[in-house]
Nanobody
Framework: VQLQASGGGLVQAGASLRLSCAAS????????MGWFRQAPGKEREFVGS????????SYADSVKGRFSISRYNAKNGVYLQMNSLKPEDTAVYYC??????????????????WGQGTQVTVSS
């Protein structure tokens, strides 16, 4: 599967952004999907994950209550709604897919496919 992330930008603290990830192929529903982010000088970290059907989600503590993941399998898309953005949310955001796991996972090593990333910058 090929993944294309979009929707990043420059916003002020407190604003919202919605990231999208478009997947190629006809079997999108077999993939557990995840969002990760990487700030300059830091390791790539888990943001959230969503199950194949969209019925189960998991979030990093740092974004819980502010970010929300959803997916629309009919359109091969997964989305990250980001509200109440903070300067510390500034990073390149990546979507990722795994077929190795049937349940959601926070471990980036479990993901097989990655998008190219989209930059999110939050000014104070």
């Amino acid at each position: 599967v090929q993944l294309q992330a979009s929707g990043g930008g420059l916003v002020q603290a407190g604003a919202s952004l919605r990231l999208s990830c478009a997947a190629s192929g006809r079997t999108f529903s077999i993939y557990v999907m995840g969002w990760f982010r990487q700030a300059p000088g830091k390791e790539r970290e888990f943001v959230g994950s969503i199950s194949r059907t969209g019925g189960t989600t998991s979030y990093a503590d740092s974004v819980k209550g502010r970010f929300s993941i959803s997916r629309y399998n009919a359109k091969n898309g997964v989305y990250l709604q980001m509200n109440s953005l903070k300067p510390e949310d500034t990073a390149v955001y990546y979507c990722a897919a795994t077929v190795r796991r049937s349940v959601i996972t926070q471990d980036r090593r479990e993901y097989d496919f990655w998008g190219q990333g989209t930059q999110v910058t939050v000014s104070s």
